[in-house]
């Protein structure tokens, strides 16, 4: 096939309390007596009303997940073999309740449930056999769009990488802002900003189309609304904004910033959000209208990045977040285009980091 043949979720419900409806769609699936339900709730809603409200029965299993630390393959092996040890049948549904890092720990694992092996084996592109347990994605911080893709990002013994798949996607999601209630400032702007930064990010690429134009440019009036002009509905707007920008990478791709970011994540362990804005900061002459804008929406919020993290690293340090950017083809392919090779150096790389 020549042309991208993009699955995209097939339910989804968006709206203020919208969460109420999830033991309703949950028993759609509950058909025998034995039928469970998986919860991976992030843990930040343990002993919050939040937690006291996921509908459990008396069969299901919640756990409460810990993402202190983006996830990893390693993870997703024990989640997966938690359920597997919970029952010898397997649960009706997957639902995740948290951020990204959630989100993607509950694709992951319902892919795993029905996939032999440990899921390092299936970081790449369509490498997942059968179909995935039903699962339920349910943000309770808005930005990344994972609740729209196809892939869950793993940690794993080699890279950082996605089960990327036709079976990663959702089977149902929900969109409620008023989970997104609680997020404190500083990660509400980290990763509201990588919304923002998906848009520009496609806008400005060589692969943009009408298809991916249509939903970045509505996602970043969206995130303009919220950042800048504190709209009363700004929890609804970023949320709406997240899937649409979600949507445009899926039929484009990211740039700059996102290769610049892999590299710091993966040697220091910056988390997405954070990564991303220390990148984007230091890419004026790649970007430069959407860094201005970002920088006011900085200002606007009192963020304050760290300073000076690369500036006195040792050279192989720099040089393995380099080598970590460079691997980026597609990203640079759509920075650049065709010829991308000659111009993304280990001298330009070099200058960039040691500027952030
Ligand atoms: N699958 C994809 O398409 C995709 C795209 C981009 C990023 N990602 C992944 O997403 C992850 C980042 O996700 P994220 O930025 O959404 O953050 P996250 O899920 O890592 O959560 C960030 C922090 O916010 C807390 N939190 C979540 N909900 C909260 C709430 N309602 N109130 C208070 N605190 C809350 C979490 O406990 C955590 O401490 C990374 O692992 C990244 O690789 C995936
Ligand atoms: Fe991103």
Redesign the pocket.
């Known amino acids: 096939m020549s042309f991208k043949n993009f699955k995209c979720v097939p339910k989804m419900i968006f709206g203020r309390g919208s969460f109420a409806d999830l033991d309703k769609v949950l028993g759609e699936e509950r058909k025998a007596e034995e039928d469970f339900v998986v919860f991976l709730v ?4 343990q002993d919050k009303p ?1 937690g006291g409200r996921v509908p459990v029965k008396a069969h299901d299993l919640l756990i409460y997940v810990n ?2 630390d ?2 990893t393959t390693k993870q997703v092996d024990a989640l997966t073999e938690q359920v597997q040890a919970f029952s010898k049948n397997q649960p009706v549904s997957v639902v995740g309740l ?7 720990l509950a ?1 992951a694992v319902s892919l795993m449930l029905t996939n032999p092996g440990g899921s390092a084996m299936y970081q790449g592109w369509d490498l997942i056999k059968n179909p995935a347990i039903h699962h339920i994605g349910i ?8 609740e ?2 196809r ?3 793993l940690c794993g013994p080699v890279r ?1 990488l ?1 089960l990327n798949s036709d079976y990663t996607v959702f089977d149902q999601i929900i969109m409620d802002s008023e ?6 400032t500083d ?1 509400w702007f ?2 509201g900003m ?1 919304c923002y930064i998906h848009c520009v990010e496609s806008l400005e690429g060589t692969y943009l189309n009408e298809f991916a134009k249509a939903f970045a440019e509505k996602s970043m009036d969206l995130c303009r609304e919220v950042y800048i002009d504190d709209h009363a509905e700004k929890a609804d707007k970023l949320m709406m904004a997240s899937y649409m920008g ?1 949507m445009s990478i899926a039929y484009s791709q990211v740039g700059a910033c996102h290769a610049v970011s892999y590299g710091l994540g993966y040697v220091l362990g910056y ?3 954070i990564g991303n804005c220390l990148a984007f900061d230091v890419l004026e002459e790649f970007y430069p209208e959407g860094v201005a804008e970002f920088r006011k929406m900085m200002i606007k919020h009192n963020i304050v990045l760290p300073k000076n993290i690369c500036k006195d690293l040792p050279d192989e340090t720099i040089a393995k977040m380099v080598a970590v950017t460079k691997s980026m083809g597609p990203l640079w392919d759509n920075v650049y285009g065709e010829g991308w090779e000659e111009k993304v150096t280990d001298e330009m790389l070099t200058k960039l980091f040691r500027r952030i």
């Open positions: 992030d843990d930040v809603h939040l993402v202190d983006e996830p948290g951020g990204g890092s959630t989100l993607d694709k943000p309770t911080v808005s930005g990344t769009g994972a729209a893709s892939t869950a990002v950082k996605g989970l997104i209630a609680g997020v404190p990660q980290y990763t990588d979600g988390h997405h959000g």
